[in-house]
């Protein structure tokens, strides 16, 4: 088998052979393999959803989903933009003669981006281009048309996920606040959370008290996000943490992780510090969200401090993208 069906040929392992419509979710890409890992499991989870996996045994596709509203799906698969097999337009077009035996005319391209940086404005469609312009040029695949879907971060109904984060989020610091004895206090780098939320612990040594219990009130909360250097790309951000009651807080670009936490250490009062909640605008775990718990920890912030799990780590990030897609086949 030619390495470049090899890299590709599990996109089509659970296929409807009934659609004429595939979907490739496409990925910035990393060196990190947890990254591709999200990715992939993202795209199986949205087959059992979708109804797009084969029934067990006999080689048949399910029935699609009774929540599609058009004609079921051919098939879910992933590429990446960038430190790939192939360029994303090669990874397309490999795609496309794939899918092409199953009868699909119709290939939409959902970007699992959350900001609509450069990636999103000029490389994507540039690589759709590309690709499009080949595929006109093979009688094979002459009749399939590419279609580029709005990034994933344009969705508004990425607030509900968000939402499921921060209530996680909420119980992990409630257990770090839970009524201590009157003598006891919190120590600094109490250490890294397990289960549904990850990331980074700290105190700062300070008397404990009793309190009323934890509410989403009594935190202060960051979203924590990448940032871009391009103007106007990171307003979505701030409009979403005002939505969740939280600081925008980038990785590159201001207010920073540190910005947020000198503010956590300006509101404490009576020797009694408000827990700091940083929700992680990452759809995946990767160096950077690695290098936030780090820093997070270092930092030693009043009290307790703690950066959830990204996004894919919730079950509502399914539930999103597959409506997307849903919407786009109507």
Request: charged residues 15%; hydrophobic residues 45%; glycine residues 8%.
């Amino acid at each position: 088998m030619r390495e470049r069906d090899r890299v590709l040929s599990p996109m089509i392992s659970a296929a409807n052979p009934a659609a004429k419509t595939a979907y490739l979710l496409v990925t910035h890409g990393s060196r990190d393999p947890r990254s591709q890992a999200g990715a992939e499991q993202l795209a199986e989870q949205l087959r059992e959803r979708l109804g797009v996996n084969r029934a067990a045994g006999n080689g048949k596709a399910s029935s699609p989903n009774s929540g599609l509203n058009s004609e079921p799906i051919a098939a879910i698969a992933t590429a990446v933009l960038e430190l790939g097999p192939a360029p994303l337009h090669c990874q397309i077009e490999q795609f496309a003669h794939q899918v092409a035996t199953l009868g699909v005319t119709s290939i939409k391209l959902l970007p699992l981006f959350l900001l609509p940086g450069v990636h999103v404005r000029e490389d994507l469609p540039e690589e759709l281009a590309q690709a499009q312009a080949t595929l006109t040029q093979q009688v094979e695949v002459a009749d399939i048309v590419l279609e580029l879907l709005p990034h994933l971060g344009a969705e508004a109904a990425l607030l509900p996920v968000l939402q499921a984060q921060q209530q996680a989020l909420l119980t992990e610091l409630a257990r770090q606040c839970e009524p201590l004895p009157e003598t006891a206090f919190v120590g600094a780098g109490a250490g890294a959370v397990s289960g549904a939320v990850s990331g980074a612990v700290s105190g700062a040594g300070e008397l404990a008290h009793a309190s009323a219990p934890l509410t989403v009130d009594d935190v202060d909360w960051a979203l924590l996000a990448h940032g871009s250097r391009r103007g106007g790309a990171v307003a979505a951000i701030a409009d979403l943490a005002h939505a969740m009651g939280a600081r925008p807080a980038y990785w590159v670009g201001s207010p920073s992780l540190t910005d947020c936490i000198n503010v956590q250490r300006g509101r404490g009062t009576d020797h009694r510090y408000r827990p700091l909640g940083c929700l992680s605008y990452f759809l995946f775990e990767g160096g950077i969200t690695d290098r936030l718990a780090i820093q997070l920890q270092a930092a030693k912030a009043d009290g307790p401090a703690m950066l959830s799990a990204p996004l894919g780590a919730f079950s509502a990030l399914v539930e999103v993208v597959a409506e997307a897609m849903e919407r786009s086949l109507t």
